[in-house]
């Protein structure tokens, strides 16, 4: 099992570009997340995903968007790059309801926006 | 008032030494409390979670409730060098759908 999987691991954008960040789990997981780690904020929710076809906002979803394609797969997409969203982005999954299950956490994407 | 709080640190232990890290939270009905532990460069994974006031031993690793007083603490006995990582306090805050807030963490350093 590869767990919690993520790409791209690394990437460069130009203010105002887009791009799709993917995660997919081999858990069989209901659950799924994506955070953003910044130095001295911590792990913040962007967006998560309590059931396949399900998507609410977390704290901070200004300038993303989601999409859960299937069981498996959460990707997290922006439409706009800013340089404020210059980041380590983790996507995570846990089995049942969000909160009282162990969440995994995938390698991460460190994001560069210029 | 931030809702989840630790001390950034860094907390120095020698090795062998027991290593205390706290957290305390805003929101007196929380439920549920999680510790984090962070490698530089790395996810996050978990180490212990805590429903109930009062002690939670798992190895070396002891959590510990209160929540008439509104902190969590994670105590690691007989510290190496290898658990110098950052160590992430995580609460579900009432009214969030079950949702985990972060505290900013707390970097532990183990000396020899």
């Known amino acids: 099992n590869a767990g919690v999987t993520q790409t791209p691991k690394f990437q460069v954008l130009k203010t105002g570009q887009s791009m799709t960040l993917q995660c997919a789990q081999d858990?069989?997981?209901?659950?799924m997340y994506w955070y953003r780690q910044d130095p001295g904020m911590g792990l913040r929710l962007i967006y998560y995903?309590?059931?396949?076809?399900?998507?609410d906002k977390g704290e901070v979803p200004n300038g993303y968007n989601v999409s859960r394609l299937n069981k498996r797969e959460f990707s997290l997409r922006l439409e706009s790059a800013a340089p404020s969203q210059t980041s380590v982005y983790f996507c995570?999954?846990?089995?049942?309801?969000?909160?009282?299950?162990?969440?995994?956490f995938g390698p991460g994407t460190r994001l560069l926006v210029l | 008032q931030k809702e989840v709080e630790q001390n950034s640190g860094p907390l120095s232990v020698p090795e062998g030494a027991i290593a205390s890290l706290n957290c305390t939270y805003s929101?007196?009905?929380?439920?549920?409390f999680f510790w984090y532990r962070q490698y530089s460069g790395k996810s996050p994974e978990l180490i212990m979670s805590?429903?109930?006031?009062g002690d939670k031993e798992d190895g070396r690793f002891t959590a510990q409730l209160n929540k008439a007083s509104q902190y969590v603490s994670l105590l690691i006995r007989d510290s190496q060098p290898s658990d110098s990582a950052t160590y992430l306090c995580?609460?579900?805050?009432?009214?969030?759908?079950?949702?985990?807030?972060f505290g900013t963490g707390t970097r532990l350093q183990v000396t020899l």
């Open positions: 858990m069989n997981h209901n659950s």
């Open positions: 995580a609460v579900i805050l009432t009214g969030t759908a079950s949702k985990l807030t």
């Open positions: 805590i429903y109930s006031n």
């Open positions: 995903s309590a059931s396949e076809g399900t998507t």
């Open positions: 929101d007196r009905g929380s439920q549920s």
């Open positions: 995570a999954s846990s089995l049942g309801t969000p909160g009282w299950e162990t969440q995994y």
